[in-house]
């Protein structure tokens, strides 16, 4: 059965870090590319970074670039995201999911459509 699990979420300072983990079970990990999507209250999900299957291609949202960093380690069949100097506006439940892209060098970061299976979210709050 195909499964995706959320783990790292809490509450931190402004200026603080966390990590997100996204454990992948139930399908062949090393062809899809995983992305990390956010929701904040009264706002619609976004995304927020991506990593293809080998790895090698990483994308990111404008308002996260120079401050989050995905990666993976397909052996161990998980995807991080890094969260560093967060701000209150990173306050949002944070989905992994898993595409799989024509070009599996690639990875997007939407239309969430294109994304096969998700996760079912970890709670993320950034306050003082």
């Known amino acids: 059965q195909l499964q995706l699990v959320e783990s790292g979420g809490g509450l931190v300072q402004p200026g603080g870090s966390l990590r997100l983990s996204c454990s992948a079970s139930?399908?062949?990990?090393?062809?899809?590319?995983i992305g990390w999507f956010r929701q904040a209250p009264g706002k619609e999900r976004e995304g927020v970074s991506c990593?293809?299957?080998?790895?090698?291609?990483?994308n990111y949202a404008d308002s996260v670039r120079g401050r989050f960093t995905i990666s993976r380690d397909n052996a161990k069949r998980t995807v991080y995201l890094q969260m560093d100097s967060l701000k209150p506006e990173d306050t949002a439940v944070y989905y992994c999911?898993?595409?799989?892209?024509?070009?599996?060098?690639?990875?997007?970061?939407?239309?969430?459509?294109?994304?096969?299976?998700w996760g079912q979210g970890t709670q993320v709050t950034v306050s003082s």
């Open positions: 990593i293809s299957g080998s790895g090698g291609t990483t």
């Open positions: 139930g399908f062949n990990f090393d062809n899809y590319a």
């Open positions: 999911a898993a595409d799989r892209p024509f070009l599996q060098r690639m990875c997007y970061t939407g239309p969430e459509s294109r994304y096969d299976y």
